[in-house]
């Protein structure tokens, strides 16, 4: 029996004292139950994504006349890239669909807390596809709850509970169940068989429409120390062809582009705009006072400009410095000067300048 949610088996032999054998392929990842020891109870999501995929190769192994017998979350194996296989058919009842006769092994086999009822009292001509119904509700109710649907202290109290009580409903264990899922899991751990689903299929249908969110998942493992490749050492050759062939044409534009921008930032608008004619640029103003002395005998005229913010535009024009010179000290002026204009010194006269005006 082959299918991709089912362990593959490569080759199978038998040892020179009659030991029998099977290569299986390699598995990376880990069991849920391993899983579900680590981190307690799983995800609704991460339960059903599970449940639907052993259901797809259950149905193909009924198919086929083989009964697991033993689905567990030991059996069920969570790989790396988000797929589960169900592994160990080696408690599995093969059926001869021609002729109806069951091949068995002899007495009870399986796991106690997983077993059907029917299978836990020992009747095993009743053991069929609905037992490994039964045991994936309850690989569901120990993975959403964490606990198993039977309690006891001993295995032979495990097989009588298991062959004599119902299961609990889920949801009194775990409220977050919705309710559709926690249907399909009671209706699969119904005590009487007739009351269970027909086979995998159908139950594998009424999960996916109970459960219509994506179930894809994946438990990543950190990867052991041990088997982390082993680091080769390269050669200089190999350096030089690992350098070129990091190295990209178009890399060297990465470093050149933003320098562009930022002396074109540098020379835009604002740093090309020229100042009205004759007046200063705004970086040329000062927040200091600006004194202007007339030549007279007797007054100097002193003005002080408005001080100018360091925040006026560059487009705008600077506002203008008016003297408030007298008309009085302009007339005096002008007389002193033989009625020409006085010069505006922009800086103030010398202590020597004012007493050769004076006299």
Same mark, same amino acid.
């Given at each position: 029996? !082959?299918?991709?949610?089912?362990?593959?088996? %490569?080759?199978?032999?038998?040892?020179?004292?009659?030991?029998?054998?099977?290569?299986?392929?390699?598995?990376?990842?880990?069991?849920?139950?391993?899983?579900?020891?680590?981190?307690?109870?799983?995800?609704?999501?991460?339960?059903?994504?599970?449940?639907?995929?052993?259901?797809?190769?259950?149905?193909?192994?009924?198919?086929?006349?083989?009964?697991?017998?033993?689905?567990?979350?030991?059996?069920?194996?969570?790989?790396?890239?988000?797929?589960?296989?169900?592994?160990?058919?080696?408690?599995?009842?093969?059926?001869?669909?021609?002729?109806?006769?069951?091949?068995?092994? $002899?007495?009870?086999? $399986?796991?106690?807390?997983?077993?059907?009822?029917?299978?836990?009292?020992?009747?095993?001509?009743?053991?069929?596809?609905?037992?490994?119904?039964?045991?994936?509700?309850?690989?569901?109710?120990?993975?959403?709850?964490?606990?198993?649907?039977?309690?006891?202290?001993?295995?032979?109290?495990?097989?009588?509970?298991?062959?004599?009580?119902?299961?609990?409903?889920?949801?009194?264990?775990?409220?977050?169940?919705?309710?559709?899922?926690?249907?399909?899991?009671?209706?699969?751990?119904?005590?009487?068989?007739?009351?269970?689903?027909?086979?995998?299929?159908?139950?594998?249908?009424?999960?996916?429409?109970?459960?219509?969110?994506?179930?894809?998942?994946?438990?990543?493992?950190?990867?052991?120390?041990?088997?982390?490749?082993?680091? !080769?050492?390269?050669?200089? $050759?190999?350096?030089?062809?690992?350098?070129?062939?990091?190295?990209?044409?178009?890399?060297?534009? %990465?470093?050149?582009?933003?320098?562009?921008?930022?002396?074109?930032?540098?020379? $835009?608008?604002?740093?090309?705009?020229?100042?009205?004619?004759?007046?200063?640029?705004?970086?040329?103003?000062?927040?200091?006072?600006?004194?202007?002395?007339?030549?007279?005998?007797?007054?100097?005229?002193?003005?002080?400009?408005?001080?100018?913010?360091?925040?006026?535009?560059?487009?705008?024009?600077?506002?203008?410095?008016?003297?408030?010179?007298?008309?009085?000290?302009?007339?005096?002026?002008?007389?002193?000067?033989?009625?020409?204009?006085?010069?505006?010194?922009?800086?103030?006269?010398?202590?020597?300048?004012?007493?050769?005006?004076?006299?």
């Amino acid at each position: 029996m !082959r299918h991709p949610n089912a362990v593959a088996v %490569l080759d199978d032999g038998e040892e020179p004292d009659g030991t029998a054998f099977l290569v299986m392929e390699l598995l990376e990842g880990r069991s849920l139950a391993k899983l579900l020891g680590e981190r307690g109870a799983l995800t609704v999501c991460e339960v059903v994504a599970a449940a639907l995929s052993i259901l797809e190769v259950l149905a193909a192994a009924h198919d086929n006349g083989v009964v697991h017998r033993d689905v567990k979350p030991g059996n069920i194996f969570a790989t790396v890239d988000g797929r589960f296989k169900l592994l160990d058919f080696g408690v599995a009842q093969v059926a001869d669909l021609a002729s109806g006769v069951v091949t068995q092994t $002899g007495g009870t086999l $399986g796991t106690p807390a997983f077993m059907a009822p029917e299978q836990a009292a020992g009747r095993l001509s009743e053991v069929d596809a609905l037992t490994d119904i039964w045991a994936v509700g309850a690989t569901m109710f120990q993975l959403l709850t964490n606990r198993l649907v039977h309690q006891a202290s001993s295995r032979n109290g495990m097989i009588v509970a298991a062959a004599t009580v119902s299961a609990p409903p889920i949801r009194s264990l775990a409220p977050n169940v919705p309710i559709q899922v926690a249907h399909v899991i009671e209706r699969a751990l119904a005590f009487e068989r007739c009351e269970r689903w027909p086979n995998a299929r159908a139950m594998h249908l009424a999960l996916r429409t109970a459960y219509r969110e994506p179930t894809q998942v994946a438990f990543v493992e950190p990867l052991d120390p041990e088997t982390v490749p082993e680091q !080769r050492p390269t050669s200089a $050759g190999d350096k030089k062809q690992v350098q070129r062939a990091r190295f990209k044409p178009w890399q060297p534009l %990465l470093i050149i582009a933003p320098l562009l921008l930022g002396v074109l930032a540098l020379l $835009g608008p604002r740093g090309r705009t020229p100042s009205a004619k004759g007046t200063p640029p705004a970086s040329a103003l000062v927040t200091r006072p600006v004194t202007i002395f007339a030549a007279t005998s007797s007054v100097a005229a002193q003005v002080s400009s408005a001080k100018v913010l360091d925040t006026i535009a560059p487009t705008k024009t600077p506002p203008k410095v008016e003297s408030k010179v007298t008309p009085g000290a302009l007339s005096v002026a002008r007389r002193a000067s033989g009625n020409k204009p006085a010069s505006v010194p922009l800086t103030p006269p010398t202590d020597d300048d004012l007493l050769d005006r004076r006299k």
